[in-house]
């Protein structure tokens, strides 16, 4: 059974830490909108528009944080990127699955 070490990429989570973060804070100015139009809600209204707009700018903050992993392909040795927390890739050149223990590519 043939194992590669993978390095941890930082950074890679961003892209989708700021498209999650966009949607997310899009639904907190709408909601954040409709709670001002009362009169008692424009207390927690104007602070969750606040936190809306920067949610995207939080979401790429959180994506930062969390590694991805990038090495070889224990198959054939091309190069191979997962997301942060899966068990498991398809290598991209060889198309053979690849299991994630640890910081490791390990043939399935």
Known sequence: MAQTEAKVA?????GYGALYGSAVGFGCIVMGIILCFT???AV???PLVIFGCICP??????GLTVG???GACPWCGGEVTST???KGVD????KK???IKGNAYVQA
């Open 57 to 62: 700018i939080l979401g790429a903050l959180a």
């Open 10 to 14: 930082r950074g890679a989570g961003m």
């Open 91 to 94: 290598c991209p050149a060889c």
């Open 84 to 86: 942060a927390g899966a």
């Open 39 to 41: 009169v008692i809600g």
């Open 68 to 70: 991805a992993l990038k």
């Open 44 to 46: 927690i209204g104007i």
């Open 97 to 99: 699955r690849i299991v």
